[in-house]
């Protein structure tokens, strides 16, 4: 087999380059999205986690997303300089602190759910609503199996 040939037949069947292909496109978009109401993709997860688990450290938000402390900081960091979250004091730590939302966080976000469910309803728009719905289960089982 030409090398040409096999190089092809495995990037069509391969799962990781389609969906890094799918993620690439859709951080471009997503940064778009949220450029528009002041965010960056990567102050995106924070902000989702802390409307949901509010009171959160650092530390957790770093173990939770694999990612460095200094990264996790600097997302931080720009919520709190937008007013959007608040570090306050750990009652367990004297050098940790726990991150909330603040009522600004709150009021952003219901905006920030229709900026994230017209940026998903894109992505999924080449699909019938059973394709989607089934690829968004297999993209579930297949997270949760790792």
């Given at each position: 087999m030409d090398i040409k040939h096999e190089a092809r037949q495995t990037r069509e069947t391969s799962a990781g380059w389609y969906i890094q292909r799918l993620a690439a496109r859709l951080d471009t978009t997503m940064a778009q999205a949220l450029d528009e109401i002041g965010l960056t993709l990567p102050q995106l997860p924070i902000l989702m986690t802390a409307l949901e688990h509010d009171g959160l450290t650092q530390a957790d938000y770093a173990n939770r997303f694999r990612k460095p402390p200094y990264a996790i900081s600097r997302a931080i960091d720009g919520l709190v300089e937008a007013g959007l979250l608040e570090?306050?004091?750990?009652?367990?730590?004297?050098?940790?602190?726990?991150?909330?939302?603040?009522?600004?966080?709150?009021?952003?976000?219901?905006?920030?759910?229709?900026?994230?469910?017209?940026?998903?309803?894109?992505?999924?728009?080449?699909?019938?609503?059973?394709?989607?719905q089934m690829l968004l289960s297999l993209l579930t089982k297949t997270l949760n199996a790792t």
């Amino acid at each position: 087999m030409d090398i040409k040939h096999e190089a092809r037949q495995t990037r069509e069947t391969s799962a990781g380059w389609y969906i890094q292909r799918l993620a690439a496109r859709l951080d471009t978009t997503m940064a778009q999205a949220l450029d528009e109401i002041g965010l960056t993709l990567p102050q995106l997860p924070i902000l989702m986690t802390a409307l949901e688990h509010d009171g959160l450290t650092q530390a957790d938000y770093a173990n939770r997303f694999r990612k460095p402390p200094y990264a996790i900081s600097r997302a931080i960091d720009g919520l709190v300089e937008a007013g959007l979250l608040e570090r306050r004091p750990d009652k367990n730590s004297r050098r940790a602190h726990n991150i909330y939302v603040t009522q600004a966080g709150r009021t952003l976000a219901p905006k920030l759910f229709a900026r994230i469910a017209d940026v998903n309803a894109g992505m999924l728009s080449p699909l019938e609503p059973a394709e989607a719905q089934m690829l968004l289960s297999l993209l579930t089982k297949t997270l949760n199996a790792t």
